[in-house]
């Protein structure tokens, strides 16, 4: 999975649908405005992030989380199964570098009963979350994981993380699946 970060925003034209034509042989599947790819080439990140930084009209963060990784992170949900308070929803957030582990959590902000953004779980390069909105005021979960981990990050809701799963479990083109998740990974460090 490849995440470019910003990619929707700032007045940027860019059309994350015509990127998979522009660089055949990553074997992109684009997944909405925000830039987010499955990827179906076999390349290391740094290859994937060299070569969509390239074709990209702007520079921008990218980060690239190996499917396993992506289907791992659904099979653990580290948010449990719910259910949530009205207005709430769940987030992922990847970092493009190492997420600290010694980091307290969880994080909110702001602090106590009025929080917008909850950080509860890490999980390898994810952070997950639960944002809401109370009145005009938005708090941004990028925002909060860039500061409390020290490294640029994009975020996307659970449900477009979802459909990455989805693309990753279905056939490949070639006829081959994806390989299922590593059991390696220790479970996911969630709050005390």
Avoid: H
Wanted: hydrophobic share 40%; no cysteine.
């Amino acid at each position: 999975m490849a995440l470019l970060k910003g990619a929707n925003t700032g007045g940027k034209v860019f059309r994350p649908s015509e990127l998979p034509g522009a660089l055949p042989r990553l074997r992109l599947t684009s997944l909405g405005a925000a830039g987010t790819f499955v990827v179906g080439a076999d390349l290391a990140p740094d290859r994937v992030r060299e070569q969509l930084g390239s074709a990209l009209p702007f520079a921008t963060e990218i980060a690239v989380v190996a499917g396993s990784e992506v289907l791992a992170l659904l099979e653990r949900a580290p948010l449990g199964a719910g259910p949530w308070p009205a207005g709430t929803r769940r987030f992922v957030t990847v970092g493009t570098g190492p997420l600290d582990p010694s980091v307290p959590l969880p994080i909110e902000v702001p602090t106590g009963e009025e929080w917008l953004v909850r950080v509860v779980a890490v999980d390898g390069p994810f952070a997950v979350g639960l944002q809401r909105r109370r009145g005009p005021k938005m708090v941004y979960a990028t925002d909060v994981v860039e500061r409390a981990f020290r490294t640029p990050a994009t975020t996307r809701w659970w449900e477009t993380i979802e459909a990455v799963g989805r693309l990753l479990r279905a056939p490949r083109r070639s006829g081959t699946s994806t390989p299922s998740p590593s059991a390696d990974r220790p479970p996911p460090r969630r709050r005390a």
